[in-house]
């Protein structure tokens, strides 16, 4: 165990937690906020040109931080994280390092992984990816016949899709609009359907991205979208010309037919949730161009930095963590809302529940024991202000505590500058009325309660680079939470059940044979499907 395995639960701080939470919980924010004329200069993290984080509106005092700080340092928290950026294997589970920091860091000092330099390889693939996009933003890499592209379809699923998807949509304003982008993942036929209605079979790239290429979906997806452009241009020879692949699976790309000069390959230390910096980043970088990617890979480092040398009030990262402890372990709360007002934003909280619920969605502990306290809350979210329309009322007036992260940027990336002071009234608006409620009204159901925690990260301008600051900013958390929580983050064993009893059942489906062992629903399911055909 490369750094030490700790109950959290019996350390003196989470004991101290506990007791404190007794009195934390009769503690209001309006009387915080109203007490205490410092707060905000003592509750705050400027970042310059890039970001305020704010954290005064949260049920937290001097003692609540300084118990918080207490557990991370008990807990190893701030070792852990330098055996994970140094190379050590703590995905144990897996016997693999865990270096996506490796993919965005500069240095050029070896950093070796079963003796191979960590940032020479990731240089390496990522100058090719940079040649390869600007070729094909620029025309010189044609089609099949001899045309520029101007669609291209990333076909993956999970890390392979959501990454690379959620980031073309944020940087939508950095993107070259001449080619459109199209991501196809489920295995529901009508995803690939739609998309292919909606592409020029001379125009278009097909990028295959799987870490494993063993991935169901992705390679039924990516056989029917072959066998599709096969008929349209009538030479199997197209494939050649307008197909990728990203994966670590070189054997299983050969056997598909891609071309090594079309294959752009990560690792096993690069885990699928944390690929987006990594050859699975290949649609962004075409949207955005090699500079602009590289901004974005900066932007993360910077954060890999913060994280690793900033004292505890000072960081982000951690106090993100340490909050979000605080309130599922010592407040109840089961869930996190991600709020970003931004609609470019739109599939933020869609690409954090897999990096955050992947990672932290675990019973057992890196002892192999089952933990006796919570662990990964549900994370979910919508932007602002359509959320507000949606399922705000339950934030303000439900039952639930639901801490809740609201982001935005003090400048728009579109010139509708009166919609931007509209959307920022509404983003400063609701974490006040969040946490002041309204304690008197005509009506008892017209009173607000308030006391509703929030965090705000308010981004100078959602550029690459603070993107790339802002994913890492999420990855850090996960990761510091997933060492409190003492659960390896870094593996994704619950994923594989399903997996495997869908591939029993499919053959079932298919035939008409006697059927397996199952339960009396999924029997009476199953001949019910069956009786259709
Ligand atoms: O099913 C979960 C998972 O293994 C994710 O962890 C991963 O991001 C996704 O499937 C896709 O895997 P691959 O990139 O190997 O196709």
Redesign the pocket.
């Known amino acids: 165990m490369s750094f030490p395995s700790v109950n959290p639960t019996t350390t003196a701080a989470w004991k101290a937690l506990e007791a404190h939470a007794l009195e934390a919980k009769n503690w209001h924010l309006r009387d915080l906020l109203a007490s205490e004329a410092d707060r905000f200069e003592r509750m705050h993290v400027r970042v310059d040109d890039l970001l305020l984080f704010d954290y005064a509106k949260h049920r937290v005092s001097e003692t609540t931080l300084s118990l918080l700080e207490q557990l991370f340092a008990e807990c190893g928290a701030p070792e852990a994280l330098q055996a994970q950026l140094s190379g050590e294997a703590i995905n144990q589970t897996e016997n693999r390092a865990v270096l996506h920091s490796a993919l965005r860091d500069p240095r050029t000092e070896a950093l070796l992984v079963n003796g191979e330099d960590a940032r020479a390889l990731a240089k390496g693939e990522r100058d090719r990816m940079f040649a390869f996009a600007e070729a094909i933003r620029d025309g010189r890499k044609k089609s099949f016949t001899g045309k520029k592209f101007t669609h291209v379809v990333n076909i993956?699923?999970?890390?392979?899709d959501l990454g690379p998807r959620m980031a073309v949509e944020a940087l939508k304003p950095f993107s070259d609009r001449g080619i459109q982008m199209h991501f196809v993942a489920n295995v529901d036929g009508s995803d690939l359907h739609e998309c292919l209605l909606q592409v020029d079979p001379e125009r278009t790239l097909f990028i295959v991205?799987?870490?494993?290429?063993?991935?169901q979906e992705?390679m039924a997806n990516a056989e029917a979208a072959r066998t599709w452009l096969i008929q349209q241009l009538g030479d199997p020879a197209c494939t050649q010309k307008q197909f990728v692949a990203l994966s670590t699976n070189l054997e299983k790309v050969k056997a598909f037919g891609i071309s090594e000069k079309n294959t752009f390959g990560f690792w096993d230390w690069v885990?699928?949730?944390y690929?987006v910096w990594s050859a699975i980043g290949m649609p962004l970088c075409i949207a955005i161009g090699a500079d602009g990617f590289q901004q974005f890979l900066d932007g993360a480092h910077a954060i890999d930095q913060h994280a690793a040398q900033t004292p505890f009030r000072q960081n982000i990262p951690m106090l993100m963590a340490a909050l979000g402890i605080w309130y599922r372990n010592f407040m109840d709360a089961a869930s996190h809302a991600v709020l970003p007002y931004d609609q470019y934003l739109h599939r933020f909280a869609a690409y954090l529940q897999?990096a955050d619920m992947?990672s932290n969605g675990k019973y057992v502990d890196r002892n192999g024991e089952r933990v006796t306290y919570a662990t990964g809350p549900v994370v979910w979210g919508e932007p602002g202000t359509n959320g507000q329309h949606a399922f705000y009322q339950l934030i303000h007036q439900g039952t639930e505590l639901i801490p809740a992260d609201f982001i935005a940027s003090v400048q728009p990336q579109h010139p509708l500058h009166a919609h931007h002071a509209k959307l920022l009234s509404n983003f400063l608006a609701q974490t006040e009325a969040l946490a002041i409620g309204r304690p008197q009204a005509a009506t008892v159901y017209k009173v607000f309660e308030g006391n509703r925690p929030t965090s705000t990260l308010l981004f100078d301008a959602l550029t690459p680079y603070a993107l790339g600051s802002l994913i890492a900013l999420y990855e850090h958390k996960i990761f510091f939470q997933g060492v409190i929580w003492n659960v390896y983050s870094y593996d994704?064993w619950g994923?594989e059940l399903g997996?495997e009893m869908a591939n029993a059942i499919l053959p079932e489906l298919e035939g008409d044979g006697a059927l397996g062992a199952h339960d009396p629903s999924t029997t009476a399911l199953l001949k019910h499907v069956r009786s259709f055909s």
């Open positions: 993956g699923i999970g890390g392979s991205a799987s870490k494993t290429f063993t991935t992705t885990g699928g949730r690929s897999q992947e994704q994923v997996k």
